[in-house]
């Protein structure tokens, strides 16, 4: 009869690793991320018709829930031409991510400055810090949104966005741009 094996000696457990969405073959064609991919498919499929596609009026409605409409009608027309080239009145998935994609990275660096400065302004608002998220922002936010934070999370993330240069610092708008790069929100 063989030996019994003994239990592990109980200790500190695994980091449990973060699972990343993989990036699908659609989204390299189109050199978008998985997350960029995710966000494009969740447009599609709020203005998509029960075949899976999408009907050729509700593209300038999903565009523009992506936060890319069309600037103007002549574009519009452009970028329909483009999603369903048989005028069959039905964009595809595929299509639709080629189309999105391009707009995507199209976006103007002023259109992508000016939304990092209004989000920027909305932890500094309303507030005597000046031109700094400060750990009363962060709190002032937490409180509005009704989040139960505590302040060890808050200083976690004061430290991680501006560096580890300390909670009294703050973070100023570059180091706040680059925790919105950092997160995926622009490249």
Do not use: W
């Amino acid at each position: 009869m063989p030996p019994r094996r003994r239990a592990p000696a109980p200790g500190p457990a695994p980091p449990i690793k973060e699972k990343t969405p993989r990036q699908s073959a659609l989204a390299k064609e189109n050199n978008i991320s998985a997350a960029t991919e995710s966000e494009i498919k969740e447009a599609f499929s709020l203005f998509a018709n029960s075949d899976k596609e999408l009907p050729s009026p509700n593209l300038r409605r999903a565009l523009t829930a992506l936060g890319v409409p069309a600037s103007s009608a002549s574009e519009l027309q452009d970028l329909l031409d483009a999603a369903d080239p048989e005028d069959t009145g039905s964009i595809s998935y595929a299509h639709f991510v080629a189309v999105a994609a391009l707009k995507m990275s199209t976006r103007s660096e002023e259109s992508q400055q000016r939304e990092v400065e209004d989000a920027f302004r909305l932890f500094t608002s309303m507030g005597a810090e000046g031109n700094k998220i400060t750990m009363g922002c962060l709190k002032r936010v937490a409180r509005e949104l009704k989040e139960d934070v505590s302040e060890q999370t808050l200083r976690d993330m004061l430290l991680e966005a501006n560096g580890g240069s300390g909670v009294g610092r703050g973070v100023g708008l570059k180091d706040f741009e680059g925790v919105m790069r950092r997160a995926g929100v622009f490249r």
